[in-house]
């Protein structure tokens, strides 16, 4: 007996230790490429594009502030607030409007940048959960630098993540920001293009390619899989590669596509961004159609996109 007491207090204390440890340490520094040659324009073409990015293609706008001022179409101030919920912390975007002390204001051009490439923050800290805009050309970096500087200052305080005992384990030791290299492409309707769009700036791949319990890509690259719950239904993304049996458009026309991306939401408590991606220009969404059509067939098969919920009696 007294042996058991004397292992159970060794594992105690080394469980103990083991949690300190990481509630002393899971806020890890980083280290990252300074971003050089991203300086925000005053060029009114420069900061229109950048607009576009916000507002359609990369829509910005849809994480950066609450789902209350969305849904009563008061868009046009960033200030952050968005919640995320999950099962290792809670998330809450950052205001970004160039407020000096509660958004933007106080960060350089350069910092900015390493935030959106290189998910590191001011202090060196990860920004979790990751962007995908890590590989965003320089090109498009600019131009929403350029915008959010143009926008007019608010001032709202947004709190920080709390991150339960697990999240903080995983920020330790699983977490790291990504490493990664530019795209610098031009805009066209080719399938390169399309591709850049779809990983780097409309975040198809994000929501169309399944994720393991820790957010990692898991299956084929757009065979979708991956699941919401939205309280009273499920959502579950589409498997949008042209196999004959299993992709959701494989039968679609180019202008089908577009005719979709145009008409925007059909389900109020949609995840996917489509108001946002109703106004992208019918040329990018041509590239994204292009691209998808490219991919090799995947045969995993999504049953149903929407789900609502059986209620209780």
Request: charged share 20%; aromatic share 12%.
């Amino acid at each position: 007996m007294k042996k058991f007491i004397k292992v159970a207090l060794v594992l105690v204390g080394c469980v103990s230790l083991f949690l300190l440890y990481v509630q002393l340490s899971y806020r890890q520094k980083f280290e990252a490429p300074v971003v050089t040659g991203i300086k925000a324009s005053t060029d009114s073409a420069v900061i229109a594009h950048g607009r576009y990015l916000v507002y359609s293609a990369a829509h910005c706008y849809t994480c950066h502030m609450p789902d209350s001022l969305i849904l009563q179409k008061q868009t046009e101030h960033m200030i952050g607030g968005h919640v995320f919920e999950t099962p290792f912390a809670t998330f809450y975007t950052p205001n970004l409007t160039p407020d000096t002390v509660t958004g933007i204001g106080g960060y350089t051009d350069e910092q900015l940048a390493r935030a959106i490439r290189y998910s590191i923050n001011h202090d060196g800290g990860a920004m979790v959960p990751f962007m995908t805009y890590n590989a965003m050309s320089d090109h498009d970096l600019t131009a929403i630098i350029s915008y959010l500087r143009s926008t007019t200052p608010v001032s709202n305080e947004v709190p920080p993540h709390n991150a339960n005992m697990v999240g903080k384990i995983l920020m330790r030791f699983v977490i790291k920001p990504p490493v990664v290299v530019p795209e610098n492409i031009a805009a066209d309707t080719t399938v390169e293009y399309g591709r850049y769009l779809a990983y780097n700036v409309a975040n198809c791949r994000g929501c169309h390619t399944n994720r393991g319990a820790t957010g990692e890509f898991v299956g084929d690259p757009f065979a979708g899989g991956y699941r919401w719950d939205v309280g009273t239904a499920t959502f579950t993304s589409p498997n949008l590669t042209p196999h004959d049996t299993t992709g959701w458009i494989y039968a679609w026309s180019e202008k089908d596509f577009i005719n979709r991306f145009k008409r925007g939401k059909t389900f109020p408590e949609s995840p996917m961004p489509w108001e946002a991606f109703s106004t992208m220009s019918e040329n990018d969404i041509k590239a994204i159609y292009r691209f998808l059509r490219a991919l090799p067939p995947s045969s995993n098969k999504v049953e149903r996109t929407y789900a609502v919920k059986e209620t209780e009696l």
